[in-house]
């Protein structure tokens, strides 16, 4: 049974940074696609940063020199380091995975909730 399980998310202040871990199991992070999603209240799910088997990093624009996505394959474990964080980052951050790059994401954390306060 695959599981992606999320944590490291609570509620921070303006500026704060927090590190986002996503165990993975019944998959491998060494051989899987990995990525970050987040979706606030009334907005649409939008992908953070991605991360291919190899190593290779993508950033989406508005998060970019804010966030590092990362990942240690002899534990199967995602991570997102967030700095120096904003009220609209605000959201419901997933962990999600798929195999293939031409995929669609295959599997889905349950979310770890990131509330930043003013």
């Known amino acids: 049974q695959v599981k992606l399980v999320e944590s490291g998310g609570g509620s921070v202040q303006t500026g704060s940074s927090l590190r986002l871990s996503c165990a993975a199991s019944g998959i491998t992070t060494i051989t899987y696609y990995m990525g970050w999603f987040r979706q606030a209240p009334g907005k649409e799910r939008e992908e953070v940063a991605r991360?291919?088997?190899?190593?290779?990093?993508t950033y989406t624009e508005s998060m970019k020199g804010r966030v590092i996505i990362s990942k240690n394959n002899a534990i199967n474990t995602l991570y997102l380091q967030m700095h120096n964080v904003k009220p609209e980052d605000t959201a419901m951050y997933y962990c999600?995975?798929?195999?293939?790059?031409?995929?669609?994401?295959?599997?889905w954390g349950q979310g770890t909730q990131v509330t930043v306060s003013s």
């Open positions: 999600a995975a798929k195999y293939r790059v031409r995929d669609d994401v295959r599997y």
């Open positions: 991360i291919d088997p190899a190593g290779s990093t």
